[in-house]
Structures are given as structure tokens and as C-alpha cells.
């Protein structure tokens, strides 16, 4: 029975993780340029016992292991904007940003300009250009960005969008505020690159897809901790029934 309670255990915990990463996609519907995540799991079989000369013979456990959870990187729905600062990111390109932490990426391409004259994200990190941060002079006026990354304004040009690829983009990890950082280091991501200016990259969630995951999963979860509350039930009686024919 202990067993029993141990692999539910196992499998609740995998489910309640599950919980997490969908709760977390749902959350994040509409958020710019965001990329979905999924839970993966793998069985681990407990190894048997040392002494096999008893009877009967040791039987194998299977319990639930957290495998990751790799991320969806396909590309979300493109929407037209109007706006000369928002740009769409297309193929597997990402944009380079200065965080406290150290150089961060993003697909997240609806960007602004702070108080200071700054090109930063919604969330107000700098956005870097090939030769750092693109900042504009007080009396400068239409800014805009061209499909290579060039960023102008009335003036002239004031820098190009700094865009990296990697060569395993599923190590990504996520840092929040649609930020990632990575393993390793990345490459530029070359002239081929191309944005969609005027536009911005929606979440690749697919919402009802997601909302009928949940269902699923909090189901089970229900379902498994039923089974767990009767297994406990029927140890304490079995240890009650015990007790009382040694007494």
C-alpha cells in the first residue's frame, strides 16, 4: 500500500507540474511574441531489490519523472499594427536586449521610445542596435524601423536592430517579462533576416487547445487523489483489523 501511494504521489506531483505550465501558457494569451511551453514526463522504473530468493518475487514500480518542458517556437499570428515602432519578427531570428542581468533575447516586438530617448520594450529594457543601446536626440520626430532592422528617423539613421539566431533555440530559457537567455552564446542572424515593421507577432497559444488540457488535467488530478484518499482508507483498516486480532 505504501507503494500504491508512492507512484500516486509520483503522478500527482507530474500533474500539479502540468497544471503549472498550462495555467502559465493561459496567462500569457496575449502576450506579444510569446512562446508556449509543454510538460513532458518520462517513466523511471525503481530498480528491484538486492535479494530475489524470497516469495513472491519483487515486482517493478513505475513512478512519474519531470522530463522539462520544451518550448513551442512555432511562429504566432501576425497582426498589422500601424504603428512605425512595432515589428514583427519572421523565421528565427530574435532581438537582442540590456538587461541588469546581462544581454537578454526577445520576440516581443511592440517597442517604444522611454523618456530619456531610448529604444526599449514595453517593459522598458533597451533594445540593442549592432553598436549598443539606439537612443534619439530630443528634437528628432518619426522614428521608424525598415524590414532589415534600420532604425530612422527625420535626422537620418540612427542604428540597425542587433538580431541573433541560435543553433539550439529549444535550450532557450525563460527569464519573464517575455525575456530569454541562453546556454550558449548566439550568432548574428544575418542579412536574411527580415521583420514585418507596422506589425507584431502574437502569442503561438492555441487558447482552447489549452483550456481543454486543463480540464483534462484537473480531472485527473481529482481522479488520482480520490484513489490516494480510498488507498489510506483501506490501510488504516487494514492496520485497525490487524491490532485487533493480536489483541
Given amino acids: 500500500m505504501e507503494n500504491a501511494l508512492l507512484v500516486g504521489l509520483s503522478r500527482q506531483i507530474a500533474l500539479a ?13 496575449g502576450t506579444n511574441g510569446f512562446k508556449a511551453r509543454s510538460a513532458r514526463f518520462n517513466e523511471f522504473i525503481m530498480p528491484k531489490a538486492s535479494a530475489e530468493t524470497f516469495a513472491p518475487r519483487d515486482r517493478p514500480l513505475s513512478y512519474v519523472i519531470d522530463k522539462g518542458t520544451p518550448i513551442d517556437l512555432s511562429q504566432g499570428t501576425v497582426e498589422r499594427t500601424g504603428n512605425p515602432l512595432d515589428v514583427a519578427l519572421r523565421g528565427d531570428n530574435y532581438l537582442a536586449v540590456q538587461t541588469a ?3 537578454r ?6 517597442l517604444e521610445i522611454n523618456g530619456r530617448g531610448q529604444l526599449v520594450m514595453q517593459t522598458g529594457q533597451p533594445v540593442l542596435g549592432e553598436g549598443g543601446p539606439i537612443t534619439f536626440g530630443s528634437s528628432e ?4 524601423i525598415a524590414a532589415d532592422g534600420t532604425v530612422s528617423t527625420d535626422q537620418g539613421i540612427r542604428g540597425k536592430l542587433r538580431q541573433v539566431r541560435f543553433a539550439n533555440p529549444r535550450a532557450l530559457v ?15 542572424a544575418g542579412p536574411e ?13 492555441k487558447a482552447v487547445i489549452e483550456m481543454t488540457r486543463l480540464i483534462e488535467v484537473q480531472r485527473s488530478y481529482q481522479s488520482m487523489a480520490t484513489m490516494m484518499s480510498k488507498t489510506d482508507e483501506l490501510r488504516s483498516k487494514a492496520i485497525s483489523r490487524l491490532a485487533d486480532q493480536q489483541a
Fill in 17 to 29: 507540474r502540468e497544471l503549472d505550465v498550462i495555467a502559465n501558457n493561459m496567462a500569457n494569451v
Fill in 193 to 205: 533576416a527580415r521583420l514585418e515593421a507596422g506589425a507584431k507577432e502574437g502569442s503561438n497559444v
Fill in 105 to 110: 533575447y526577445t520576440r516581443a516586438g511592440s
Fill in 174 to 188: 525563460s527569464e519573464g517579462d517575455n525575456l530569454f537567455s541562453s546556454p550558449t552564446a548566439p550568432v548574428a
Fill in 141 to 144: 520626430s518619426n522614428a521608424r
Fill in 101 to 103: 542581468g546581462g544581454e
